[in-house]
Nanobody, 121 residues
Framework: QVQLVESGGGLVQAGGSLRLSCAASGSFFRINDMGWYRQAPEKQRELVATITISGDTNYLDSVKGRFTISRDNAKNTVSLQMNGLKPEDTAIYYC???????????????WGQGTQVTVSS
């Protein structure tokens, strides 16, 4: 089992920055992919950014050049640096991790509880 603890959300002015962090803990063999998703009210959850264990990244088109995802494999953490925030970035942001409980068991997908990001205009 893995637990994901998120931090860094909050309220910022348009054009401001936030850094979200997510720390994985618990009993697991390995975490492969990690990422951030977001969900605005009455909207579907969408992928914001993902990063593989080797460091390959993928971004939602609308955040490219503004957001940067990074990870520390040794610490099992993933971060999302968000610059140039826009009101349309307002959403609950969820940390996600794909992990193996054992070498032969997985992958499983696990989610954080979500952290609110609000960008005022």
């Amino acid at each position: 089992q893995v637990q994901l603890v998120e931090s860094g959300g909050g309220l910022v002015q348009a054009g401001g920055s936030l850094r979200l962090s997510c720390a994985a803990s618990g009993s697991f063999f390995r975490i492969n992919d990690m990422g951030w998703y977001r969900q605005a009210p009455e909207k579907q959850r969408e992928l914001v950014a993902t990063i593989t264990i080797s460091g390959d990244t993928n971004y939602l088109d609308s955040v490219k050049g503004r957001f940067t995802i990074s990870r520390d494999n040794a610490k099992n953490t993933v971060s999302l640096q968000m610059n140039g925030l826009k009101p349309e970035d307002t959403a609950i942001y969820y940390c996600n991790a794909d992990y193996f409980l054992r070498s032969y068991s997985g992958p499983y997908s696990w989610w954080g509880q979500g952290t609110q990001v609000t960008v005022s205009s």
